[in-house]
């Protein structure tokens, strides 16, 4: 599943390396039985999600308590109290190796869709550095531990690149 979830205006940017810090950590915390985050792409004022869930009540238990562990942690990081999201997140239940496919580059390489400066091939961002789906070999130095979980199913885990290939670092992602 994709999901998109928006901060509300007026907020600090997520992509500052000191607030990803704290992100990642969320992340390393939001696997429970029948959900998981997968895949992720930090921007500066919303977040997309590749996320696995046994049914609706796991997506919407789910996200409910990532969404308020992250809210917690940011505003602590900048000292602030109140909402950070928009009232709702965004769903897709992605259906075919082909949606998996498009999701994960559209979430992987969103940085270049918003025409974002990113230093390098890799936005560093987003799990891309944890990506095992990558056409390209290269190696990342001091990479924290994977803040994500490894995917289970068969379409996340193996079903879209068995059918459409691994996604290189030079593709964009369209729309």
């Known amino acids: 599943m994709h999901v998109n979830v928006k901060l509300r205006r007026g907020l600090p940017s997520l992509r500052v390396h000191r607030t990803y810090a704290v992100i990642r950590k969320v992340f390393l915390a939001a696997e429970k039985p029948g959900f998981r985050v997968v895949h992720f792409s930090i921007q500066s004022n919303h977040v997309h999600l590749i996320v696995e869930a046994k049914d609706r009540e796991s ?3 789910g996200m409910q308590g990532l969404l308020i562990r992250f809210a ?9 109290v109140g909402k950070v999201f928009v009232d709702r997140y965004f769903d897709r239940i992605l259906r075919t190796p082909r949606q998996v496919r498009n999701a994960l580059m559209y979430v992987l390489r969103n940085a270049w869709k918003h025409r ?3 230093e390098q091939d890799l936005d560093m961002f987003t799990s891309g550095p944890w ?6 070999k290269f190696e990342v130095r001091n ?7 490894r995917p ?3 379409l ?3 079903g879209w690149w068995k059918h ?12």
């Open 143 to 149: 990479l924290p531990e994977c803040p994500v979980a």
């Open 59 to 61: 997506l919407s238990r």
């Open 152 to 154: 289970r199913t068969w």
């Open 131 to 136: 990506f095992d789906g990558w056409k390209e």
């Open 72 to 80: 917690r942690a940011v505003n602590k990081l900048w000292g602030r």
């Open 156 to 158: 996340l885990h193996t």
């Open 164 to 175: 459409h290939g691994r996604i290189s670092l030079s593709e964009m992602p369209g729309g």
């Open 116 to 118: 974002v400066r990113v």
